[in-house]
């Protein structure tokens, strides 16, 4: 609730992954194909059935990710992807993602070309049939709780009774038979199950200010137990494990958020059982098996973990020690919890998957992610801080080229979608596609970027193209100071939140930058919110609070949309769109384009008619990661 809601719900509203960029490759490294960075995977996304025999994963059929399922040996041996049998044919967009009911039975979910009205399939391994699970129009339907320990129903939310809420339904994975668990009343944005799948949480908003409900049974009524303003987070995580208590993340009466075990009847929280004296958590994990909280994560430079049990931490230093020259990560795990997917990854390298066995101590490889390219021939990120006109402290990320010294380099500048979000380390292909073509690249968490505390994130509240752009400029100006950036030769590049940062940029500081790609960003905050999908209206209030009220802060709002200050932008430009985006109208960039044409301003603009909030498709990727890597060297590098 609180700000957890906003980071649940409206917090995706900008959320977006960026991907590529380019220029020119130093003639000292190995320039790579564009494909080699942003070609699918031959094998990913590893996950195992229940009793952990049989392996599924993704790999292209037709140019699209479909689900593949193969049997394990029994002896540990390496897996012959050869036998392996394909489940799904889907043909028009990747499938989204999947996970296992059982051992014969996978469910996945799918949108329609980007339109992120996303639907629930199931696909039976023995006959091959695929099932619509939601087979309503216009609906977005999410999963509220697996019940891993039931082989036939799961509990999943949708809004096909209103657009604008969720109702919880009891559906049978394998006939389809939908039975209603839950019906909102009209102002619950969030449902907690206890370890039983039974209904019991609830999370309200009125636009402003949340509450946390509790019922003692299902057939009970909802209760209020706390309410808390947005600026205050009361995250529920999974109740204790004798279901009487919730493990929440917190920062009632402090500045970041910590783990604290949340009585149910009175409302009040537990001394903290972990928290970070810089940094929010980020959530925390348990044992189905063993009944226990096992860590809490959190993210400073980079993830790390706070364990609370032996066993677990033994495991993972057990796997660092086998895996030197990575990060690791578990994904995925049987029900006896004796058998786990590993990833092994760095900044270099998208890195290898195993599996990895409790009992015999052993891991079995499973393939490299992008065994295209060499991690050798990647460039390093390194944390960097920098301070901003008004004293904050702003933690970013510097990645420059191979072999090249950190003086008076093209430069691009990357801020994060969201906002309220954060960059973190770790393999980006967008980063190293612009490092193996000569760009130094710049990302800032700005403020208002998560994990730094409510203070930070607070500061970001009706800035956008004032003080949050404002650390961006004075990043870059740090950059130029300490004879990194050429400053002839720096670009901006941003999806989403990031794109309106770009155009923000180029508005409002124009001659800062030689050259700018906007992707789905926001130009008028006034048609914006307008255009916001149903289930993002409770959050709408939330919004004008944040970002500022259009009748209230009319004037404010003009002053910040780049589409009312075209004339000062003189910055080339390319501008990408998905035409399905629900999240940023493509009346967002149609605007813009025309308010520069009408101007005679330089303006590049690529629509795809089957995309969404960045694009997806494979052959679309190509497009504009291509595109953008000429327009990037005419305007930077000739």
């Known amino acids: 609730m609180g700000r957890s809601l906003l980071l649940n719900g409206i917090c995706n509203v900008l959320l977006f992954s960026v991907l590529t960029n380019s220029a020119m490759a130093s003639e000292t490294n190995k320039q790579y194909e564009l494909k080699d960075f942003f070609g699918k995977p031959e094998r990913s996304f590893f996950r195992l059935s229940a009793d952990g025999k049989t392996l599924a994963f993704m790999q292209p059929y037709e140019r699209r990710q479909n689900i593949h399922v193969l049997p394990l040996a029994a002896d540990g041996k390496e897996p012959d992807f050869s ?133 003692a049974t299902e057939k009970s009524a909802f209760k209020t137990i706390i309410t808390t303003d947005f600026r205050t987070t009361v995250a529920p995580l999974f109740f204790t494990f004798d279901n009487k208590s919730l493990y929440v993340l917190s920062n009632r009466g402090r500045d970041k958020t910590a783990l604290v075990v949340l009585n149910l009847k009175t409302g009040k929280e537990s001394e903290p059982l972990f928290e970070h004296p810089d940094v929010d958590l980020e959530g925390a994990s348990y044992s189905r098996k063993r009944k226990l909280l096992i860590y809490s994560s959190f993210n400073t430079w980079k993830e790390d973990h706070h364990f609370f049990d032996n066993e677990t931490k033994k495991l993972f230093e057990k796997l660092q020690k086998k895996l030197p020259d990575y990060e690791v990560a578990l994904q995925n795990g049987n029900l006896a919890e004796d058998t786990f997917v590993v990833a092994a990854y760095n900044d270099r390298t998208p890195g290898v998957r195993y599996i990895y066995s409790l009992k015999t101590d052993t891991l079995t490889r499973l393939g490299e992610i992008n065994p295209r390219i060499n991690p050798a021939d990647m460039a390093s990120i390194k944390p960097v801080k920098y301070k901003t006109r008004d004293g904050l402290e702003i933690n970013g990320y510097l990645t420059v080229p191979l072999n090249r010294e950190s003086k008076n380099l093209p430069v691009i500048v990357n801020p994060h979608g969201g906002p309220w979000t954060r960059d973190s380390w770790g393999y980006n292909p967008e980063i190293q596609f612009l490092a193996n073509r000569g760009f130094a690249v710049f990302q800032m968490n700005y403020r208002g970027s998560t994990g730094y505390g409510r203070a930070f994130w607070e500061k970001s509240f009706k800035q956008w193209g004032k003080s949050m752009q404002d650390d961006i400029t004075d990043g870059v100006k740090w950059l130029i100071k300490e004879g990194i950036a050429d400053p002839e030769r720096i670009g901006i590049y941003g999806g989403s939140y990031g794109g309106y940062a770009t155009l923000a940029g180029v508005t409002f500081t124009s001659d800062l930058y030689a050259a700018a790609v906007d992707y789905v960003g926001v130009a008028n905050l006034f048609s914006f919110m307008k255009t916001i999908p149903p289930y993002w209206k409770p959050f709408l209030a939330m919004m004008h609070e944040m970002v500022g009220d259009p009748e209230k802060d009319k004037e404010l709002l003009e002053s910040v949309s780049p589409v009312f200050h075209a004339d000062k932008i003189k910055t080339p430009l390319f501008i990408a769109q998905g035409a399905n985006d629900p999240r940023v109208n493509k009346d967002e960039s149609d605007q813009m384009v025309a308010a520069l044409k009408k101007r005679g301003v330089e303006v590049q603009y690529m629509v795809k008619e089957n995309e969404g909030h960045g694009f997806h498709n494979e052959e679309n990727q190509f497009d504009f990661y291509g595109a953008m890597e000429l327009f990037f060297k005419k305007h930077l590098l000739d």
Not at 180 to 208: C, K, Q, S, Y
Request: aromatic content about 10%; glycine content about 8%.
């Open 83 to 215: 036998k392996a049998k394909r489940l799904t044919g889907e043909t028009e967009r990747d499938i989204a993602g999947f996970f296992w009911k059982g051992n014969d039975t996978i469910l996945y979910v799918k949108d329609f070309g980007g339109d992120e009205n996303y639907h629930l399939l199931s696909v039976n391994l023995k006959n091959g049939e695929v099932k619509d699970l939601t087979p309503f129009q216009n609906i977005r339907a999410s999963v509220v709780d697996e019940l891993l320990e039931d082989p036939e129903f799961m509990l999943v939310q949708h809004n096909k009774r209103n657009p604008q809420i969720f109702d919880v339904y009891r559906i049978n994975v394998k006939t389809g038979v939908s039975e209603l668990v839950a019906e909102n009343p009209g102002n619950i944005t969030g449902w907690i199950t206890d370890h039983a799948g039974r209904v019991r949480i609830a999370t309200t908003t009125d636009g402003v200010n949340s509450s946390l409900l509790y019922r």
